[in-house]
């Protein structure tokens, strides 16, 4: 007898088969956070016993979590694999760019640019991600392969069926395929898959003490060399975890006492503010921030 | 944790445009607690032109895009995820627009459920009609009418009886088994989620009751209908490795198996599920398949029993659903992918139509279908992954229609 779990894996395995079978060169984007590191052991298991045919991406924004950093070169080094780094940074300065003049200057939105030039440096066709639809309700709306025309740009209005379990990904030369094989897993879902298949995850998802200052909409935000800190922030080291790894400059912690994955469930249970509310403060932009972001060629 | 065997369920909302559905997704998202509170305090800052009442706007939790909000309309399928004791629930908000049929198709292909809501002022619609028979045409397990807004006409008994028996002629007409209606208030929650009261002569319970009485249907379990597509071949240097899944029936280390159109026989040597070798796989399981015999099986070719082989032929007899502006036309050259595998074809026939070699934008129509090569495939009866189709546009690659084979 099947569960749900294993419902759900059976379909990210089916869809990254398919995304091996349709294209010449597809790519995974990893980010060193929960939801990418399920993916390549998804990826593990769907290619097993031959190793994963794909290399890594990961779009660097500069601003990272030293032990995300660390977790991606053990993995890499651990399953063989090969990867590529995209600094945000040099992106920005050969098109002129320079750090927003904020107290926290996200890298978020440069991404884009990155993300997209390495895909035509690369010729990659297809690039898996981790993203899923319970994030974001612009993400609700995306298919499992979404398409992305010649210029990078995601075009919800205009997005074709996608019937069955039957995924097309024939494209013309120098369009892209996002596939998102999580696209029906929701946050709890990835903790009690991480907790089943015995997953280790970089120390920052559990409880740790951490000198923070908190904003006005009770968001804790970790001292680092990235953002401004000012007279009028209190520090205090506080007992966190992160329900997500991004940019450090737009990544907040929650306060949490949970050391284990099981922990970290029975919280989730309980918790009243979703995970992109709790974490990410630059999605507060604006109601349409993810859409936009998208539409440009966003993750 | 009570965890163990938890299924997925999927399930979609359908109906005219205006009837509720976002609302009644939005209703039963928030009574079931998975909407969190920041998500909440956004709906009661942005509200819309389809706000009618002081409560929260629920549809907007649905209705993703920019362009969703400012015309008050849901334009694509929305996804949405909420558990019970018993399941976790996969909903899909499909749209009520005619011109936006390929994207409720997209939404209700893979579903257990069709939850068809009806307003009771305006009753059943032609929108109300097609929405049933795609969803008869889908096969879906059970189908649940929502008749709704029942607030605004008193919770009157004979005008939902009125509806009622109108709508079950009309389903049996069109073949749907499994129909329950539901009088309800999307707005209110009244027959949703609770009961206050309102309906004293209704006893078919809640929405979200019928949804929990719902089990899915064990796949064929026999070894004899075993079915196998090949996703992909790894290359190894005595025997190739087979990717894929197991559709139907089982298969054991050892058996004698039939593969694709030329029907080969073959023994299996190895199965691998999960990094391990095993015995034996089941309905539903991603394996990786390893032969006795040196042979080279392509993508897309089909392994089963003799006992109970697919159909093999190039000839197809399907419905199809339309879903693109340019016209299908008799003769001309497809792509027809069937799971995995894509084959030139064509339309050969278009049965019972007035305009005998065109079909149009959101047209349900039986056809004959030719491939250039033999192939594989199922009764949609039998199997919904070897017995659907998509046909591709061969130049620019857009999915322009959905067949269910016969």
């Known amino acids: 007898m099947m569960d749900f779990l294993d419902q759900l894996e059976a379909e990210a395995i089916y869809i990254l088969r398919e995304t091996a079978a349709q294209f010449q060169n597809p790519v995974l984007l990893f980010s060193g956070g929960k939801d990418s590191i399920c993916l390549v052991h998804l990826a593990k298991k769907a290619f097993f016993p031959h190793k994963i045919p794909f290399p890594l991406l990961h779009i660097d924004t500069g601003h990272n979590f030293q032990e995300a950093l660390d977790y991606r070169d053990a993995l890499v080094q651990d399953l063989n694999l090969k990867l590529f780094i995209r600094f945000v940074a040099e992106d920005m300065s050969s098109n002129g760019l320079v750090d927003l003049d904020q107290k926290f200057p996200s890298r978020n939105t440069f991404q884009t640019i990155s993300l997209l030039k390495a895909i035509e440096l690369y010729e990659f066709d297809a690039c898996i991600g981790g993203a899923r639809r319970d994030e974001e309700k612009a993400r609700a709306k995306e298919r499992i392969f979404s398409h992305r025309n010649l210029q990078g740009k995601w075009l919800p209005e205009s997005q074709g069926p996608e019937v069955w379990r039957i995924l097309n990904g024939s494209i013309l030369k120098g369009e892209n395929m996002r596939v998102f094989p999580l696209s029906n897993w929701t946050e709890i879902d990835v903790w009690r898959y991480i907790l089943r298949e015995k997953i280790t995850l970089p120390s920052l998802y559990f409880a740790h003490s951490r000198p923070c200052f908190q904003l006005k909409d009770g968001s804790l935000m970790c001292v680092n060399e990235f953002v401004k800190v000012d007279d009028k922030d209190v520090i205090e080291t506080r007992k966190v975890r992160y329900r997500t790894v991004g940019d450090m400059t737009c990544t907040a912690a929650i306060e949490s006492d949970a050391n284990t994955v099981s922990e970290v469930i029975e919280e989730l249970i309980h918790a009243k503010i979703s995970e992109r509310g709790a974490t990410r403060i630059d999605d507060r932009i604006s109601d349409a921030g993810m859409e936009d972001r998208k539409k440009e060629g966003y993750f | ?406």
């Not at chain 2, 009771?120 to 049933?132: A, D, F, L, P």
């Not at chain 2, 074809?345 to 305009?355: E, L, R, V």
Request: some cysteine; glycine content about 6%.
């Open chain 2, 1 to 406: 944790m009570d965890m163990e065997n938890k299924k997925l369920i999927r399930l979609f909302t359908a109906g005219n445009v205006d009837d509720g559905k976002s609302t009644l997704i939005g209703r039963l998202l928030f009574d079931s607690g998975a909407i969190s509170t920041d998500i909440l305090l956004g709906l009661s800052a942005l509200k819309n032109s389809r706000t009618l009442h002081e409560n929260f706007d629920l549809s907007y939790l649905t209705d993703g895009l920019r362009a969703e909000r400012e015309q008050g309309i849901t334009i694509d399928v929305a996804y949405k995820y909420f558990s019970t004791d018993s399941h976790k629930y996969i909903i899909s908000d499909t749209p009520g627009h005619l011109e936006y049929t390929r994207n409720m198709f997209t939404g209700a292909s893979l579903c257990d459920i069709a939850i068809i809501l009806i307003d009771v002022n305006t009753g059943i619609t032609e929108q109300t009609k097609r929405h049933s028979k795609i969803a008869a045409l889908l096969q879906v397990s059970k189908v649940i009418v929502a008749v709704n807004k029942m607030d605004l006409i008193h919770y009157n008994e004979d005008v939902f009886d009125k509806i009622s028996s109108e709508y079950l002629s009309f389903a049996e007409e069109i073949g749907l088994v499994d129909v329950r209606l539901i009088p309800l208030s999307a707005l209110n929650g009244e027959q949703v989620t609770f009961v206050t009261g309102k309906m004293p002569w209704y006893h078919g319970g809640t929405l979200l009751e019928q949804i929990s009485n719902f089990s899915p249907t064990e796949k064929f379990n026999e070894s004899s209908s075993f079915r196998f597509q090949v996703q992909h071949v790894l290359p190894t240097k005595d025997s190739n490795i087979y990717l894929g899944e197991l559709t139907a029936g089982s298969v054991a280390v050892g058996q004698k198996i039939l593969v694709g159109a030329a029907e080969i026989s073959v023994t299996i040597e190895e199965i691998i599920n999960n990094f391990n070798d095993i015995d034996k796989a089941y309905a539903g399981m991603p394996i990786a398949l390893k032969l006795k015999e040196h042979i080279n099986v392509n993508r897309g070719s089909v392994f089963y029993d003799k006992v109970f082989p697919p159909k093999i032929s190039n000839k197809i007899t399907a419905t199809l659903c339309w879903m693109s502006k340019n016209n299908g036309v008799t003769d001309q050259e497809y792509f027809l992918q069937l799971g995995s595998l894509k084959v030139i074809a064509c339309i050969k026939k278009i049965n019972g139509h007035q305009k005998s070699n065109e079909i149009q934008l959101n047209e349900i129509v039986a056809v004959e279908i030719q491939t250039k090569e033999i192939i594989a495939f199922d009764n949609y009866l039998f199997s919904k992954e070897l017995g659907s189709f998509i046909l591709i546009d061969l130049s620019n690659n857009a999915t322009l229609a959905a067949g269910t084979i016969q």
